[in-house]
């Protein structure tokens, strides 16, 4: 019930294209869902977030949809560029305090130029 | 957000031998912290969240009195691998939880290769 599926494993996509990667969660309590981006051999970073109280939120090129029937949630990248080749993780956690991140397996993006 | 730092980026220990990462919240004062390791084209694993002048709490399976954690001041957390052997070779990885944002921010990682 802690676990975070995320799919596919891998994606490739042409530059200019979208990017989408998928996360799905069971623990109803998780009330914030983050992605990071993680480059080989660096930390993550965080890119974008969500709470289950809007079905959408959009920060430039990266926009998180919320699914809160479905316990679903992904990410999209627009306008995809060679320099977002990289792996995505999608987490989630309940806000209470300082609660542990559940991640998901990650994605390893790749886009062809 | 909050900048993280680790040092050191990267360190190679023989067998058997301790090594300590330092986990630093450069602009920020973080009660919590937490760290993860992570094995190659693989997610991240939580090891266990550390607090602010207590003990740490550690997750299911990872031993304690291997790695150890010390949380002395509200920007530095370590953690000590004792006794070194190579399959706890692994990238850890540590972040900084902000009590505003619910937020969490991740360190650069540190290389840690056991011969």
């Known amino acids: 019930q802690q676990q975070v599926k995320q799919s596919p494993q891998s994606l490739i996509v042409q530059k200019g294209g979208i990017s989408i990667i998928n996360c799905a969660y069971e623990?109803?309590?998780?009330?914030?869902f983050p992605w990071y981006q993680q480059f080989p051999g660096k930390g993550p970073a965080l890119l974008i977030a969500?709470?289950?109280?809007?079905s959408e939120k959009k920060e430039g090129r990266f926009t998180i949809s919320f699914n809160k029937s479905a316990k679903q949630f992904s990410l999209h990248i627009m306008d995809s560029q060679p320099g977002d080749s990289a792996t995505y993780f999608c987490?989630?956690?309940?806000?209470?305090?300082?609660?542990?991140?559940?991640f998901g397996q990650g994605t390893r993006l790749t886009i062809n130029p | 957000g909050a900048v993280v730092s680790q040092h050191p980026s990267r360190v190679i220990c023989k067998s058997g031998t301790s090594v300590k990462i330092e986990c630093r919240s450069l602009?920020?004062?973080?009660?919590?912290m937490f760290w993860y390791r992570q094995f190659p084209k693989q997610s991240l694993m939580l090891m266990a969240t550390?607090?602010?002048?207590?003990?740490?709490?550690?997750e299911q399976g990872v031993e304690k009195d291997k790695f150890l954690i010390n949380h002395a001041s509200l920007t530095l957390s370590t953690l000590t691998v004792t006794s070194a052997h190579p399959e706890d070779s692994s990238f850890y990885i540590c972040?900084?939880?902000?009590?505003?944002?619910?937020?969490?921010?991740f360190g650069p990682g540190t290389r840690l290769t056991v011969t």
């Open positions: 972040s900084v939880w902000t009590d505003d944002s619910y937020e969490q921010y």
């Open positions: 623990n109803t309590a998780f009330d914030y």
């Open positions: 969500i709470r289950p109280d809007v």
């Open positions: 987490a989630a956690s309940m806000h209470q305090g300082a609660q542990k991140l559940v």
């Open positions: 602009d920020f004062q973080a009660t919590t």
């Open positions: 550390s607090n602010e002048g207590s003990k740490a709490t550690y």
